[in-house]
């Protein structure tokens, strides 16, 4: 069953704007750390974003930092990506991810501790 659903995602224009949006349900929701995901063709995945559930707090890579807003609405159990000041760059497909871990920010930007994945949505910035 799955327990992610990511919407959103679009072909914009450089410096366009997007936000996407994911829906976590079942065990998903009640997960402690939240964190969206890029991968490019013939490329590896790479962290974007991350934001823990019992305070709010965020981080993000380097390269949106400034751009990209991750939020989340708790009755809803939806966490947005806010996407502004796009770059070609930014081409990628984006996954939202989730784990019960609580971890640091070293951890929360690569894939391995995540355990729940959405399908992932396609943002093409041309």
């Known amino acids: 069953h799955v327990q992610l659903v990511e919407s959103g995602g679009g072909s914009v224009q450089a410096g366009g704007s997007l936000r996407l949006s994911c829906v976590a349900s079942?065990?998903?929701?009640?997960?402690?750390?939240f964190g969206w995901f890029r991968q490019a063709p013939e490329k590896g995945r790479e962290g974007v974003a991350y934001?823990?559930?019992?305070?709010?707090?965020?981080g993000y890579s380097d390269s949106v930092n400034g751009r990209f807003t991750i939020s989340q609405d708790s009755a809803k159990h939806t966490v947005y990506l806010e996407m502004s000041s796009l770059k070609p760059e930014d081409t990628a497909m984006y996954y939202c991810?989730?784990?019960?871990?609580?971890?640091?920010?070293?951890?929360?930007?690569?894939?391995?501790?995540?355990?729940?994945w959405g399908q992932g949505t396609q943002v093409t910035v041309s």
């Open positions: 991810a989730a784990t019960s871990l609580f971890m640091t920010r070293a951890q929360a930007l690569v894939p391995a501790p995540y355990v729940y």
């Open positions: 079942g065990y998903a929701a009640s997960s402690s750390t």
């Open positions: 934001i823990y559930n019992h305070n709010g707090n965020t």
